[in-house]
């Protein structure tokens, strides 16, 4: 049984980084370099010993079993029924993997030789619109089948040569339009991508594209591919299956990326790089299953993330990726570790006896800087933070700005552990010409208490490979920190009563049925709304 107490022991008795830093062996040791990424956790207040107690949860909770059980097709998304294979789909080169007696990697291989030749097609123009050749694709999606494509698209567009993409999620009819506005009906492919081709929102916003369409193109569908694991779904929809891609169900949504759900980032990229996406995910992979837990990317991380939410009882934790085509990447973590590890009991159905997973949020800096980072410096609040940073920018010309945003980002991180003083502080408010008291109270306003916590993730520079290496080591971390908790990190019953309340009162706001029955605010509220124009 996992027992945090230990920990918050230590972590309350823990020395200030800053001390923790006067050890020479200190960096080397708290830091990984693993294929390309350096992974600098020293800036923490894990010490070796807490380190160990650490390294002791994933004994106790039993993790190298499990990560053998879920490589190997284990169904350990027990509250489904389902293997967790997302890895599948990046296991290009490393044999077969057997669910259910079957070997599902020449489906797999299938899948994606079929997306690699429609993408070609699309990419060369042997496939066309109905007025030429595709200028513009539509990906409708939301959750996992739009934010891995939305955040992937932009992350790499270095590397776009393909039609400009574009992404409809939102039941909003703002989103829809808006992007409707820019395409041309007759250029257009529009890709359909939902896992159970049944989400409402995905659903209704591709019937509304097919009438868009419809009023320019004589055959709609001709222009429509689809994405999902229920084919009969897809085809009763109406799309042809030379334009549908499949995978299997135990792909979760927010873990399918790296499958038919990314046909949209192959668009964009082409093939090439979309491999080199998938094989960043496969090296991580191999990394997760061969190293040591202290050599361990993903299981340290996951270990520091787990010292700073169950340790030192930090509810949030803030993704600060300096690059600004992440500008999606904390949504995509968001899903991924917030839809994972936000569960209220563990995997055998009890009260979980502590926190669930961390709230993650983020920006990325600079522009994060001139925003929250006060909250981040100086609030009563540790945000443990979490920064990335390439070496290299995509464009040579300009690698001075890169070498600023470079000196952004470390000067963070030294502010949030060096902090500054009382005695520093006095000393600017007097060179401001402040004296006695209004002296002091000046200069408390200019004390930052240090000590923060962060870790900093640095690589050469933003490739599908190295893309592929972090979004991997992410879902290893969200896995690992799951293990530990005891909770399913596969599974997502939280969404599911609000979906629910919504298609109950679809008809009452719509007018078809009354509030009877209404609690009294939801009546109001639907009693304004309807008022003003519902
Ligand atoms: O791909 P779909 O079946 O349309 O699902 C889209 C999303 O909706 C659900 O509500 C889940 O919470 C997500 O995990 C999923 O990614």
């Known amino acids: 049984m996992i027992d945090f107490n230990a920990l918050k022991t230590r972590a309350a008795a823990a020395k200030p980084i800053v001390a923790q830093l006067e050890d020479s062996k200190r960096v080397p040791d708290f830091s990984i370099m693993q294929d390309g990424l350096l992974f600098d956790y020293s800036k923490t207040t894990i010490d070796r010993d807490?380190?160990?107690?650490?390294?002791?949860?994933?004994?106790?909770?039993?993790?190298?079993?499990?990560?053998?059980?879920?490589?190997?097709?284990?169904?350990?998304?027990?509250?489904?029924?389902?293997?967790?294979?997302?890895?599948?789909?990046?296991?290009?080169?490393?044999?077969?993997?057997?669910?259910?007696?079957?070997?599902?990697?020449?489906?797999i291989l299938e899948t994606l030789a079929a997306m690699e030749a429609f993408a070609a097609d699309v990419r060369t123009g042997a496939y066309q619109g109905q007025g030429g050749t595709i200028t513009d694709v539509i990906n409708i999606g939301i959750g996992g089948s739009d934010l891995g494509p939305v955040m992937a698209v932009r992350a790499l567009s270095p590397y776009h040569d393909g039609p400009r993409c574009h992404f409809v999620s939102n039941i909003d009819p703002g989103d829809v339009a808006e992007v409707l506005k820019n395409c041309d009906p007759i250029r257009t492919l529009v890709i359909v991508a939902s896992k159970t081709f049944t989400t409402i929102e995905t659903m209704t916003n591709a019937r509304t594209v097919?009438?868009?369409?419809?009023?320019?193109?004589?055959?709609?569908?001709?222009?429509?591919?689809?994405?999902?694991?229920?084919?009969?779904?897809?085809?009763?929809?109406?799309?042809?299956?030379?334009?549908?891609?499949?995978?299997?169900?135990?792909v979760g949504g927010r873990y399918s990326v790296w499958g038919p759900i990314g046909l949209s980032v192959m668009l964009a990229v082409g093939a090439a790089h979309f491999r080199d996406f998938l094989a960043g995910g496969a090296a991580m992979d191999q990394h997760f299953r061969d190293a040591p837990w202290q050599e361990n990317l993903p299981a340290m991380l996951a270990l520091v993330g787990l010292w700073h939410s169950h340790a030192c009882d930090y509810a949030t934790r803030a993704v600060l990726p300096y690059d600004n085509r992440l500008g999606r990447l904390p949504a995509y973590f968001q899903q991924l570790e917030m839809e994972s590890n936000g569960k209220g009991v563990s995997m055998d159905g009890?009260?979980?006896?502590?926190?669930?997973?961390?709230?993650?949020?983020?920006?990325?800096?600079?522009?994060?800087?001139?925003a929250f980072y006060q909250l981040i410096h100086q609030g009563t609040r540790v945000i443990p933070c979490e920064f990335m940073i390439a070496a290299r920018a995509h464009e040579p010309d300009l690698q001075y700005q890169q070498e600023l945003l470079i000196a952004n980002c470390l000067a963070q991180s030294k502010a949030l552990m060096e902090g500054r003083g009382m005695d520093v502080a006095r000393k600017i408010a007097a060179s401001k010409g402040f004296t006695g008291d209004e002296c002091e109270r000046q200069a408390s306003h200019r004390v930052f208490q240090?000590?923060?916590?962060?870790?900093?993730?640095?690589?050469?520079?933003?490739?599908?490979?190295?893309?592929?290496?972090?979004?991997?080591?992410?879902?290893?971390?969200?896995?690992?920190?799951?293990?530990?908790?005891?909770?399913?990190?596969?599974?997502?019953?939280?969404?599911?009563?609000?979906?629910?309340?919504?298609?109950?009162?679809?008809?009452?706001?719509?007018?078809?049925?009354?509030?009877?029955?209404?609690?009294?605010s939801t009546t109001a509220l639907v009693d304004f709304l309807r008022g003003k124009g519902a």
């Open 350 to 370: 009890a009260p979980l006896p502590f926190h669930s997973g961390a709230v993650v949020w983020g920006e990325p800096g600079t522009n994060g800087q001139h």
């Open 50 to 107: 807490s380190r160990d107690l650490l390294l002791g949860l994933l004994e106790t909770a039993g993790v190298a079993a499990k990560r053998d059980a879920m490589f190997g097709g284990t169904a350990i998304n027990e509250t489904e029924g389902r293997a967790v294979l997302h890895t599948a789909l990046r296991n290009l080169n490393a044999g077969p993997i057997v669910v259910d007696g079957e070997d599902i990697m020449p489906s």
């Open 450 to 520: 240090g000590n923060r916590p962060s870790v900093t993730l640095a690589y050469e520079m933003m490739t599908p490979f190295v893309l592929g290496q972090i979004i991997a080591l992410y879902e290893h971390r969200v896995f690992v920190e799951g293990v530990v908790l005891g909770i399913n990190s596969f599974d997502q019953w939280g969404v599911e009563l609000g979906k629910e309340l919504a298609t109950g009162l679809e008809p009452v706001v719509t007018g078809r049925q009354s509030t009877d029955g209404q609690d009294a």
């Open 210 to 250: 097919r009438d868009w369409m419809a009023k320019s193109v004589s055959d709609p569908a001709a222009q429509f591919a689809a994405i999902s694991s229920d084919l009969d779904k897809t085809a009763e929809f109406g799309i042809a299956a030379e334009r549908v891609f499949g995978f299997g169900n135990y």
